[in-house]
Structures are given as structure tokens and as C-alpha cells.
């Protein structure tokens, strides 16, 4: 039976969408996978593009707000970034919340000047993303029971 993992943050715009991507795409035999956001906003372009470049098309994803998914009775929450793990809401039954921060790719690209330079810290965070993705579900080893 597959783990019920949400990946939360603040937007659903960049970390969290890639992190489900990511699952879905590296532990889908193991997790089943969904991300959502505290204060949802539309899909971070630079976010796509970090994806795609490594073959994985999250363009026709949307946002969604955590509380449009309560309902679902998930195993893990792992809040990707420090905001959404201070606004976690508490979720019916089971599920255990684990904090496992990333950066902020659009705060670190706002100086950027050229689209390439501002792509930078969403290449590095993305591959962060996958690297942790790939620990799971053994990363969670003190959290599971």
C-alpha cells in the first residue's frame, strides 16, 4: 500500500509542485504524491522550466489550498518551507507532520538580471528537491511507526 504524501507550502507555486512531481515521478510505486499551499498562487514559469529540464511537464498543474484537502487521510505532511510549517493545519486522523525546508527560488532569483541568471537557484533547489525525493520513504524512518 502506497504512503499518502503531501508536500505543503506557502504558494503551491514552485517547491511544493515540484516535490509532488518529483515523488510521483522517482517513488510512485511507494508514495502517492500531492502538494498543496497555505496561500495558493498560479505556477511559478521558472518552476516549469527547472521540470522540464529533466523531462518532467508540471505546466498544466494548478494550485490548490491545503484546506481544499483535509478531507484526504494522508500518512505524511512535509512542509517545504519554513512559512507553511509554521501555518500547518492540523489534519484529521494519522498524519505526521515533518519539516524539511528548501530554499525560496523566486526570493533568490528577484535580482537576477537575465532569465538564465534568475534560473540558477530553481535548477539548484530542483535538484535539492529530487535528492531528498530519493531518501523517501527511508528519510521519514523516525516518523514511521
Known amino acids: ?3 499518502k ?3 505543503l507550502c506557502t ?3 514552485c517547491r511544493s509542485q515540484m516535490a509532488e512531481a518529483w515523488a510521483n515521478r522517482l517513488r510512485g510505486d511507494q508514495l502517492e504524491a500531492w502538494s498543496a499551499g497555505t496561500h495558493p498562487k498560479a505556477i511559478d514559469p521558472f518552476a516549469v522550466r527547472a521540470m522540464q529540464e529533466h523531462g518532467i511537464d508540471i505546466s498544466a498543474a494548478r494550485s490548490k489550498h491545503v484546506k481544499d484537502l483535509l478531507g484526504i487521510p494522508f500518512d505524511y505532511v512535509v512542509t517545504v518551507c519554513d512559512a507553511a510549517s509554521q501555518e500547518c493545519p ?3 486522523g494519522k498524519a505526521k507532520i515533518v519539516h524539511q ?3 525560496d527560488p523566486p526570493r533568490l532569483a528577484a535580482a537576477a538580471r537575465t532569465d538564465e541568471d534568475r534560473m540558477a537557484p530553481y535548477r539548484r533547489v530542483c535538484l535539492e528537491i529530487r535528492d531528498y525525493v530519493l531518501t523517501l520513504p527511508g528519510a521519514l524512518g523516525d516518523y514511521l511507526r
Open 1 to 3: 500500500m502506497k504512503l
Open 5 to 7: 504524501v503531501l508536500f
Open 11 to 13: 504558494g503551491n507555486s
Open 90 to 92: 492540523i489534519f484529521p
Open 101 to 103: 525546508g528548501f530554499d
